[in-house]
């Protein structure tokens, strides 16, 4: 699926009734995970110096969620309607440009 | 014909597709059937030999969801190792189905029959059948399949027969002919299954904002089984003449006293019931064969006239009363008027119940009610 390319979900879960679910619950669109926002489980978000940036495209190796895109500049940037926060970007990077600062600040 | 043996029959001739097993006593000689049928040619089938009765579950639940008519097999331990895949096969909505023959739960170490097994996963939202013998073993195989596999009702099926008392003993068994079968039980059509031209998901994980909803559909889909699993026996009876019912009755319409019984009991205790009729006395007989959906009208219809029911139970529920007994106690709760409830818990582990002990048992229920005490329980037999 190309990314950042979000599938129109029928619908969000919350709004399902019992009478409407499959029987046994079948996801009958593939591939929808990935309107599931993940994003909205974190605290902290990360951010990036470009200035430190060397462009080593480790944070996108490392992250779990696949999260990380190379964008049209050759910056690796999390996509934050997926990215959980766990800060393993920040730790990996080996110059230091990525922080993680909490969602609330600017 | 031994029950068991007669069982793969018909297994073989539901001409499923995946047998998936592990051996344990007393549900060998089933499997132990099929796997010959299947070596020498008879059954077309894949017969998964697999590490543990986990898998062998598991195995069927894939088979099932890629679409194949499966079949298990197990018993006690093999039951509760097997437990925590009986719930994902009914939460899935795939049909199967699974002889258990019933057999004690460990401990102490016991091969012999109870049903300790079954109601150990009382509640994994399979539909769950009692029978009395050989002939309604053989025939519910095909019950089951046809009924777990319409579009309505899309469950697995448990096929619960007492160890060694059934699947040991032989018996005369009607055999039906392959022609009738094929015409009762047609291929199975599901209605999702795996398959890569169509990708979909099974077994997806629920926040708690959709399982409730989840539970309910599952929940409201095993009650509502209920028409269709009477019109299957209906079928099933215009074309054998052997009809079946959720609740069967022997001598129990204006009887005071009831005896209740679920499983192979009650071919014995219907001995004793005539025992007692002879004698003069106004007892009868009311066998649960329908375990879940319970058929909770069916039940009262059968009970409410009665002054006393004397419930025997072969499982105990450590710290309450016999499982039976307190279901029972449940759906007459409504009822302003309802008969007192005596429950015995007896012949676990295997040990003989004869007529003359369920005689005794309701001698001493009756004692017991008219002497004031109106929800009685005991393991019956122990010696003081």
Redesign the interface.
Known sequence: MERGVVKEMTKP??E????E????????E?GNASQYRTGDWKTLKPILNKELCVHCGLCYIYCPDMAYHLDEEGFFIADLFYCKGCGICSKECPTGAISMVLEEEK | MEVSIAAAEAVKQCNVDVISAYPITPQTHIVEKLSELVANGELDAEFFCVESEHSALSVCVGAAAAGARAFTCTSSQGLALMSEITYIAS????PMLMILANRTLSAPLSIWNDHSDAMMIRDCGWIQFFVENGQEVYDHVFISYRLGEDRSV?FPVIINMDGFILSHVIEPIELIEQEKIDQFLPPYQP??RLHPDR????G?Y??P??F???K??QE??LRSSMPKILETWKSFGDMTGRYYSPIETYKAEEADTLLVTMGSFGETASVAVDQMRKEGRSVGLVKIRLWRPFPFEAFKKATLHAKQLVVIDRAVSVGACGPVASEIKAALYGESIRPSIYNFVAGISGRDVAPSDFIKMVDKAEVEIEEGNREGFEIYGVRE
Do not use: D, F, H
């Open positions: 879960e919350y399902w009734t019992w009478k679910l499959p029987v046994g619950n079948v996801i009958l593939p | 939460g899935l909505r795939l899309l209605l999702y990708p979909i998901t099974m997806a629920a926040l904002s959709i409730a909803e989840t309910k559909a409201v889909a």
